[in-house]
């Protein structure tokens, strides 16, 4: 009989990286593949783009916001409709047991999946659990977590560290192609700048401010986020996107150092391609400041240099690059000693052991 998994996660890329990187194995050991996610997240278009044959079926989402907003008192009823919805999808599945990345689209498909008795696996990115995850975790049967010092933080029996878990193709990328890609020749360094899979307003501001300078002794990646990119400033050495798919691959490769926020599965793919990093985290007031947790603890390994969105000028930010590529060599040697990776397969037969069990 075939097998059945249900993946969820998503309202940034962060919460759907982990699910594309496990997929293809389930793809080519013939399991019947649903994704759950919402209508208008980013996890449709991904999943669309890069999985255009696996079932994408949607739920209702509500969200937890920072600020006051009248979309608060509506969230519990679009929560509940969720897990009708997830509930009506799972009973039709029937899968074997689901796999969570958080975000706000897990919740009602995590709470569904147990009135229904599926088994639930879930994945933590971060330092600190984030709240779809705190909910998940009394009815999952295993958290995984990236951040060996996350364990301390959760129930002994479920919690279990594997690192993160890379897409095949980081490895894979080709430095000339990416930067045949955008037009750049050899002679100076590459910066890739990435605010995060939604972009980085701040970020985006110190470098188009700051641009004539920067292109005086690099030449620029900028992933800018949806609607960010200024058109007009397009010039040779200045390659903006809103965001890239399986191009990122070429882009990673073809990059000499890395400016970025620190989510957590960005960090580790450029731990994994050991490119000395410059990260600005989401600062507490914008976040729970997990972002904040995952630098300080790269930093303590020695794999980047961080400077808190607070403290950001451009003469650090500028003084900060010079001493990364100076130092690169030093940085690439800690990076060298540090492989705390999963691959798609290794997952793959992680999962199925534990199902055994
Ligand atoms: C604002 C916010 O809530 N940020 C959270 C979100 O970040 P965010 O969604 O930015 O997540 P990550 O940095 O962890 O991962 C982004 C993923 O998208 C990929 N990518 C990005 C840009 C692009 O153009 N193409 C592309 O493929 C990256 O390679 C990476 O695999 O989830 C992370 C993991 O839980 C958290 O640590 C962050 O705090």
Redesign the pocket.
Known sequence: MTKKIVFTGG???????VNTAIIPEFIKNDWDITYIGSEKGIEKTIIEKEFPNIRYETVSVGKLRRYVSIENLKDPFRVIKGIFDARRILKKTRPDFIFSK??FVSVPVVLAARMLKIPIFIHE??YTP?LANKIAMPFASKIFTTFEESNAHLPKEKALYIGAVL?DGIFAGNGEKGKRFCGFTSKKPVLLI?G???GAVRINHLITKNLEELLRHYQIIH?CGKGNVEESLKQPGYAP?????EE?FDLLAAADVVV????????F?FLGLQKPMLLIP?SANA?RG??IL?AASFEKQGFCKVIQEENLSFEQFESTLDHLLKESSTYRAKMEQKRPFKTGPEMYQLLLDLMKK
Do not use: K, P, T
């Open positions: 309202g940034s890329a962060g919460h759907v990286s958080g975000g990115s971060d984030g897409r990435m995060g899979s939604l992933i996107f809103e965001y890239v798919h990122l970025s926020r620190a989510g957590s599965n960005s960090i793919e989401l976040s997990d972002q995952n």
